[in-house]
């Protein structure tokens, strides 16, 4: 499964609903882990908004089965 930030199941730009289909994880579990990692010192959102510019939206490459 490619790395994609979907079009359906947003929150804010699809990056943890993304790095869950791909991970085989719920995308509220992702959501809550980066929240939760969101309280330690570390990138974390420097991280987010790099996946955002550079993750591809589901829109512009359409899935072949």
């Known amino acids: 499964m ?3 930030r979907p079009r ?10 993304g790095l869950a289909r791909r991970f085989g994880m719920r995308p509220n579990t992702m959501r809550l882990i980066f929240v939760l990692s969101c309280l330690l010192p570390g990138p974390q959102v420097l991280i987010y908004l790099a996946l955002w510019v550079l993750m591809p939206d589901e829109g ?4 072949h089965a």
Do not use: F, H, K, Q
């Not at 359906?8 to 609903?17: H, N, Q, T, Y």
């Open 2 to 4: 490619r790395l994609v």
């Open 60 to 63: 512009r490459y359409p899935t």
């Open 8 to 17: 359906d199941d947003r929150w804010i730009a699809g990056v943890c609903s």
